[in-house]
């Protein structure tokens, strides 16, 4: 079993950062999806990559997943870098 261990990124329709503080573990494919020939849905047998388990911090991922033996690659999201400016800022001129 292979999993991923990442900090979920902001909505693109959203300026706050609620749901971006946790970690979430989730299970990787361990196959294809197949195409069901009578209505064109996609599915799998994998329920496994259904599971989606959120953690405070990454350590506390990680030790799950080793405890449980689970091969978990991280990925670190990259700093969000806030430069402070005040609201007259829009209206000065830099020509």
């Known amino acids: 079993m292979a999993a ?3 900090q979920p990124a902001k909505t693109a329709t959203s300026s706050g950062r609620a749901k971006t503080r946790y970690w979430l ?5 361990e196959g294809r999806k197949t195409i ?6 996609s599915g799998s047998g994998d329920t496994a990559q259904q599971i989606q388990l ?4 990454k350590e506390a991922a990680l030790a799950y997943a080793k405890k449980n033996g689970i091969e978990a690659r991280l990925f670190v ?3 969000r870098i806030v ?3 005040s609201y007259a800022d829009n209206f000065t001129r830099t020509t």
């Open 4 to 6: 991923r261990i990442y």
């Open 25 to 29: 573990l989730e299970m990787e494919p």
């Open 36 to 41: 069901d020939p009578l209505c064109g849905w």
């Open 54 to 57: 959120r953690f405070p911090t």
């Open 77 to 79: 999201p990259k700093s």
């Open 83 to 85: 430069s402070p400016k």
